[in-house]
């Protein structure tokens, strides 16, 4: 149980694209999702915490405008890279926590990898 | 504010012998603390986690960790360390201070365990 899983698991696309990743809970209901940042042989920057049914709460020094975050159902929450620049390269991970198993704990999913040309 | 600090990037270990990944945490309040494993190119998988009780927690594959709360850490450990252990270890806090309950990383640790 409690698993996680993220589409695309990589994607490249031209600077100026827009990109969509998908974060599912696949066996449970998730009405918290968070979104982080991973840069090469760094740890993970949260970027954003996704409630269900209402807009997301970004961390400080996240563009709003740019990191686009939707999460329309208690099991997807979806995050779109608009005009993605080579900057936003990265391994973007979603987390989910399952409101049965309490606050406790994240469920994390197994990752994107963004390329930007 | 919440946060937890992993003094070392790199831990190199003997297959065989123990090993200890550390990890120190500053927090309001009550601590909650968890430690997470990432293989390359993978997410994170949850190892174990301190809320209260008995300050050795064990969990998967054999690990363990210590809440010592007058040295403020909770040091990862195993007593034989295999090779397939070797993989980035996160320490992580979980923010108690809002209703989002956001987990704070350190900045991760390289195991390397040789045959």
């Known amino acids: 149980g409690a698993v996680v899983s993220q589409h695309p698991s990589w994607v490249i696309c031209k600077s100026g694209t827009s990109v969509k990743i998908e974060c599912r809970s696949l066996d449970f209901q998730a009405t918290t999702m968070f979104w982080y940042r991973q840069f090469p042989k760094q740890s993970l920057m949260l970027m954003a915490t996704s409630n269900e049914g209402s807009k997301a709460t970004y961390e400080q020094g996240v563009e709003k405008d740019k990191f686009l975050i939707n999460h329309a159902s208690l099991t997807l929450s979806t995050l779109t890279v608009t005009s993605a620049h080579p900057e936003d390269s990265s391994f973007y991970i979603c987390?989910?926590?399952?409101?049965?198993?309490?606050?406790?704990?994240?469920?994390f999913g197994p990752g994107t990898r963004l390329t930007v040309l | 504010a919440q946060s937890v600090a992993q003094p070392e990037d790199q831990v190199n270990v003997a297959e065989g012998n123990p090993l200890t990944v550390k990890c120190t945490y500053s927090?309001?309040?009550?601590?909650?603390l968890f430690w997470y494993v990432q293989y390359p190119n993978r997410g994170l998988q949850f190892l174990l986690k301190y809320i209260t009780g008995d300050n050795l927690v064990k969990g998967s594959y054999g690990f363990e960790a210590e809440f010592n709360k007058s040295q403020t850490s909770f040091h990862l450990k195993k007593p034989s360390a295999l090779v397939s252990d070797s993989a980035l270890y996160f320490c992580?806090?979980?923010?108690?201070?809002?209703?989002?309950?956001?987990?704070?990383f350190g900045s991760g640790t390289k195991l390397n365990v040789k045959p």
């Open positions: 987390s989910a926590r399952d409101v049965q198993r309490g606050l406790n704990e994240q469920f």
């Open positions: 927090v309001s309040g009550n601590p909650y």
């Open positions: 992580a806090v979980r923010d108690t201070e809002n209703n989002f309950n956001k987990f704070y």
